[in-house]
Nanobody, 120 residues
Framework: QVQLVESGGGLVQAGGSLRLSCAAS????????MGWYRQAPGKQRELVAT???????NYADFVKDRFTISRDNAKNTVYLQMNSLKPEDTAVYYC??????????????WGKGTLVTVSS
C-alpha cells in the first residue's frame, strides 16, 4: 500500500552534483521524518541526512557543507542535493520514511535504493 520511488542516481565526475528524489505514495495519513542513508560496497549502512516535517535537519559530519536535504510535504517527497561529490560518496543511497499509515499505524519504509557512482 505504501511505495517509495527514488530517482536521480547515476554516474558523475568528482566535484559534480546530483539531486536525489524520493516520493512516498499510497495509504499514508502523515509522513513524519524522512531521510537518506547510504551503503558503500563492503561497508555498513550509514545515515546521510534526515529532515522532520517542520524542516529541522540532521546531517552526517562527512556531508556537511556539501549535501542539502529538503522536502515537499504536499508531495510527500524528500530530496537530497549533493554537491562537490567525492569518489568516497559512491554508494547505494536509500530513502527512509517514517509515517503513519491510513490506519494510524506507525511504519518505517525503505526505498529500493539508487546507485550513485562518483568517478575520479
Amino acid at each position: 500500500q505504501v511505495q517509495l520511488v527514488e530517482s536521480g542516481g547515476g554516474l558523475v565526475q568528482a566535484g559534480g552534483s546530483l539531486r536525489l528524489s524520493c516520493a512516498a505514495s499510497g495509504s499514508i495519513f502523515r509522513v513524519n521524518v524522512m531521510g537518506w542513508y547510504r551503503q558503500a560496497p563492503g561497508k555498513q549502512r550509514e545515515l546521510v541526512a534526515t529532515i522532520t516535517r517542520g524542516g529541522s535537519t540532521n546531517y552526517a559530519d562527512f556531508v556537511k557543507d556539501r549535501f542539502t536535504i529538503s522536502r515537499d510535504n504536499a508531495k510527500n517527497t524528500v530530496y537530497l542535493q549533493m554537491n562537490s561529490l567525492k569518489p568516497e560518496d559512491t554508494a547505494v543511497y536509500y530513502c527512509n520514511v517514517d509515517l503513519l499509515n491510513a490506519n494510524l499505524v506507525r511504519m518505517d519504509y525503505w526505498g529500493k535504493g539508487t546507485l550513485v557512482t562518483v568517478s575520479s
